[in-house]
């Protein structure tokens, strides 16, 4: 027995020594991919492309409602990290293990701009560590308020927009700070696929993914179930909601658990 002990310890030993050295390969590649990037072009000029372009919305100009929405769906603990949210990171990677595939991301909202900013949408381990300094140094540059403007500034939201003003005008013919409490939350869900949430390509989808931001909203106490149903309601009134989706709210296990609080 003590034998069988030794070599397990040993091969414990073995297999720890591998994963630090393993990690540390793509920690080393990870960082000189992001003294590369930003060698090449500086954090303050990519900053500067996006605010130079002439649909560029400032983030007083956006609903509280929206933007309370982003957070909820995205990053909730945004005003807590550093740019890189450790808990969700590790659940994603212990998610990622146990599948062997990169199956969720852990990526903070700091980070996703990191990505829009410098790095392809390629999952490898070396870009991922890559977008990890790039996001404390952005932490280290600018305030989350303007982190969060750049954001919304910079990502996709499928059917060729590419930032909140051109989707906004895009899928409901408005300025974005004219966004109805429903177009808002409802516009907040697309980013997290694109292509799949796209209101031109699916809005059954897109309805269903409406529901996950508003239950989250209700989860991290941005909203209560009444004020959620409400924003449903005035739609339906209106005759921009559709039935399917109000009938799916009113089936959500979070909603249900709040009412019943």
Sequence with gaps: MKVIGKIIKGLLAVAFIMIVCVSGIFIYKGYNMY??????????????EIRAKENYTKIEELPEIYLEAIISVEDHRFYEHWGVDVLA????????????????GGSTITQQLAKNLYFTQEKKVERKVAEVFMAVALEKEYSKKYILELY???IYFGNNYYCVRDASMGYFGKEPGKMTEYESTLLAGIPNAPSVYALTANPDLAAQRQRQVLEKMIKYKYLTSEEAEKTIR???EDGFMNQQFYDAMEESPVIAAVKDF
């Design 35 to 48: 003294k590369n990037a930003i060698e090449e072009v500086s954090i303050e000029d990519k900053v500067n």
């Design 89 to 104: 990171t590790l659940r994603a990677a212990y998610n990622d293990i146990r599948a062997m595939s990169f199956v969720e």
């Design 152 to 154: 919304v500034n910079s």
């Design 234 to 236: 005035v739609d339906l």
